[in-house]
């Protein structure tokens, strides 16, 4: 007995050991190896998702003479969470989301942050269309689609709440034309799945807003990506991992890079780096070594659908419905039932449903959470998870989830579903963003999208995922003016006007503006069109313009990227 506790109290001594020497462990190299050129390149992409394409499609109109390498490791671009199957494809708008608008303790409704994001999703608009007229992007419904965002909720207090925020939201230029209604054959007529086989007597409610899309964030960046190459100042490099960061004296970078076909390891000098390595962002924002990535940590969530190919099921469905999560529930639980367009066919998504994995990419390592962790985001972590036990309880309760519970659930929003239709999908990872505030000190878990730039400007990092793809030229036009301030006064912003005609403006403030950029990104997008009066909040809103009808255009040619494992389907 007295042996064993010895060999217990060594056990416990070396696993102390071992964890002082892990957290403690140089983050990063001191010194990185030498460029393989002494000439720099411009700027270095690390990543090929959405966000990554979307800067250097920026870039390369702005500067198209700058050398601009992209390095991802995987066969092809869009293979994690940007690729069609990995996410919602939610056009975030902030039509339906629920969690954008919180009640306050007054009882009224907080609609700020759902301006913003319906104001970001403005923008992106402006940047596809720009792409489409530029031929950058091709046949607009191989990635953008008219399909109207619902919100659903039964029981009086959910009922109440959306109609106050219907009359909260109905005002504003960006939200006119939402409708609400609490008649069960209005609300049949919009989503027949979801009121087919209900309770006659359950109180519901509904809001229905026919400018909400459906988006292959996959196909952008697959396109985009086809397009940046016709530049040869453009290097898109495969199956090329990003190992190693190291900042040289004259503010450079060193990016050391492992061609994962021949294992050979080279080094790139660059002027700028941007880390869009998606839910692995965090890790080389570490590696980086910038004393600004001491103060994050991440979080893996990933996510599952269940997904209905059947023609007579999904030609049936074409909304996305959002429903409100439990009290208590995190965001990205909100549960939704989605009218898709994916390989060029309809299918419905319901979701999604936490899977707790430790991976920072769908293609990551078990060991990302745990090489994240060190002396200065630890107590950060441990204070968030003590403060957050309602997220932990409920990825524990999601981890436990047998294909009768989530039928049980699927069932409050699609009532006749029938457990031989649907088949159980993994989408992409989430990396929640724990940041620490460096002048309170405080640390909190953040449900937003983070950029992270050093202070000389030469270094950016993307983290978080919320909005998300939606957002990205938004988020991409503020990455700029962070990161790029001497050149945005010197032109850039002219140039950005054209890319981008309300740069600088705000819709939500005029119905004017508001309708001759929503006319025009309609024409060219194909999507439904709303006029907005000048008084928006009093008039009836008038039903939508149906989608222009496309028009003979040149497809942008694109190698098939789509993710195998999902086809498999
Ligand atoms: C379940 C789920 C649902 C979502 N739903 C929506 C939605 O409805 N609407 C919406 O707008 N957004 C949604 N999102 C978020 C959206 O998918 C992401 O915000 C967006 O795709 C992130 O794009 P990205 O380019 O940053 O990352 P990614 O698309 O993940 O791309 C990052 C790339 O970096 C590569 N990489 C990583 N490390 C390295 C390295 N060291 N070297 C080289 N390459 C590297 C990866 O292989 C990957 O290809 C959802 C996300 C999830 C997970």
Avoid: C
């Avoid at 998606?278 to 070594?289: I, N, R, T, W």
Wanted: cysteine-free; glycine content about 8%; overall charge neutral.
């Amino acid at each position: 007995m007295k042996k064993f506790l010895k060999f217990l109290l060594g056990a416990v001594l070396l696993l102390l050991v071992v964890g002082v020497v892990f957290l403690f462990w140089p983050i990063k190299n001191a010194a990185g190896p030498k460029p393989d050129s002494d000439q720099s390149v411009d700027v270095v992409l690390v990543g090929g998702g959405i966000m990554s394409v979307t800067l250097a499609t920026y870039l390369q109109e702005l500067e198209p003479d700058w050398n601009v390498q992209l390095f991802e490791r995987l066969d092809g671009v869009a293979l994690e969470s940007s690729n069609g199957w990995n996410n919602a494809g939610t056009g975030h708008s902030a039509f339906a989301e629920l969690n954008y608008t919180p009640e306050l303790p007054d009882g009224s409704i907080e609609t700020k942050r759902a301006v913003g994001i319906a104001e970001q999703f403005e923008v992106s608009r402006e940047f596809w269309s720009h792409q489409v007229r530029e031929g950058r992007l091709g046949t607009p419904s191989d990635f953008i689609n008219p399909t109207p965002h619902m919100s659903f909720v039964w029981g009086d207090d959910r009922i109440e709440y959306l109609r106050k925020r219907h009359d909260a939201l109905v005002k504003n230029p960006l939200f006119y034309g939402m409708q609400y209604s609490t008649d069960p054959a209005q609300i049949k007529a919009w989503a027949p799945l979801v009121m087919e086989g209900r309770d006659p007597a359950q109180k519901v409610a509904a809001t229905y807003m026919p400018l909400g899309t459906d988006v292959n964030f996959g196909v952008i960046t697959n396109q985009l990506t086809a397009a940046l190459q016709k530049n040869p100042h453009f290097h898109l490099n495969l199956q090329n991992e990003v190992q190693g960061l190291h900042q040289n004296q004259d503010k450079t970078w060193n990016v050391t890079v492992r061609d994962l076909k021949s294992d050979q390891l080279r080094t790139v000098r660059s002027r700028f780096v941007f880390i869009g390595a998606g839910g692995a962002a965090l890790k080389l924002l570490q590696m980086s070594g910038i004393p600004e990535a001491k103060n994050y940590a991440g979080f893996p969530v990933g996510g599952q659908f269940l997904a209905f190919q059947a023609p007579a099921i999904a030609g049936r469905h074409d909304v996305k419905v959002y429903g409100m999560a439990d009290t208590g529930s995190p965001p990205m639980s909100v549960p939704h039932i989605d009218a898709r367009k994916l390989d060029g066919k309809p299918v419905v998504l319901f979701g999604p449903f936490a899977l707790y994995s430790t991976k920072f990419l769908k293609a990551g390592s078990q060991w990302d959470l745990y090489s994240s962790v060190n002396q200065h985001n630890v107590g950060g972590m441990l204070k968030v998870g003590e403060e957050n036990l309602d997220l932990v309880k409920y990825l524990l309760q999601q981890a436990e989830l047998t294909d009768a519970d989530r039928q049980a659930e699927l069932v409050k929003y699609y009532p006749n579903a029938k457990r031989e239709d649907w088949k159980l999908v993994t989408a992409g990872q989430r990396v929640q963003v724990i940041k620490r505030d460096p002048a309170t000190g405080k640390t909190s878990l953040q449900f937003g999208t983070e950029i992270v730039t050093d202070q000389d400007d030469t270094i950016a990092a993307l983290l978080g995922a919320s909005p998300g793809a939606s957002t990205s030229p938004p988020i991409m036009l503020k990455l700029m003016a962070q990161a790029f301030p001497k050149q945005m006064e010197a032109g850039w912003k002219q140039k950005l006007e054209q890319i981008v005609p309300s740069y600088g403006q705000e819709l939500n403030k005029s119905a004017a503006l508001t309708n001759r950029i929503r006319r025009m990104t309609s024409e060219t997008l194909h999507l439904p069109y709303i006029e907005v009066p000048d008084n928006a909040g009093l008039q009836p809103a008038p039903a939508a313009e149906p989608a222009v009808q496309p028009q003979p255009e040149v497809p942008v040619k694109t190698e098939d990227k789509t993710n195998k494992a999902m086809q498999a389907l």
